[in-house]
C-alpha cells in the first residue's frame, strides 16, 4: 500500500525558508514522476514543482519558478522541496505527489498517489 508522508511546514516571515520533505513507501519510488502541489483556502490545488524519475528534469509553476528547488534522493525513497523567498501568498497546505505516467508539468488528475499535506504559513 503506498504512503506518502510530508513533513517541514509551519510558520515563517515573508522572506524566510523553509524545507519540506516527502517520505515514500509501498510503491516502486524510482519508476514515479515526483511533484508537489498546494493548495490555499478557496482555490483549486495548483502544480508547484515536478522532477523526473532519476532527477534528471526538474519543472516549476510559474509563481515559484527561481525562488523553489526540487530534489530527490532515490536511495532514501525521499522528495525535497526548499522553499526560499517565501511570500505570503505561498501560504497553502502542500501536497506531495507520485505519478507513474507522468512527465513534465504534473496534473492533478494524473496523479497516482497523495500525501495528507503540510501546512506551510508566511506572514507578513
Known amino acids: 500500500q503506498a504512503h506518502l508522508v510530508e513533513s517541514g511546514g509551519g510558520l515563517v516571515q515573508a522572506g524566510g525558508s523553509l524545507r519540506l520533505s516527502c517520505a515514500a513507501s509501498g510503491f516502486t519510488f524510482n519508476n514515479y514522476y515526483m511533484g508537489w502541489f498546494r493548495q490555499a483556502p478557496g482555490k483549486e490545488r495548483e502544480f508547484v514543482a515536478s522532477i523526473s524519475r532519476r532527477g534528471i528534469m526538474t519543472y516549476y509553476g510559474d509563481s515559484v519558478k527561481g525562488r523553489f528547488t526540487i530534489s530527490r534522493d532515490n536511495t532514501k525513497n525521499t522528495v525535497y522541496l526548499q522553499m526560499n523567498s517565501l511570500k505570503p501568498e505561498d501560504t497553502a497546505v502542500y501536497y506531495c505527489?507520485?505519478?507513474?505516467?507522468?512527465?513534465?508539468?504534473?496534473?492533478?488528475?494524473?496523479?497516482?498517489?497523495w500525501g495528507q499535506g503540510t501546512q506551510v504559513t508566511v506572514s507578513s
Open positions: 505527489a507520485a505519478d507513474a505516467g507522468g512527465a513534465g508539468k504534473l496534473a492533478v488528475s494524473s496523479v497516482d498517489y
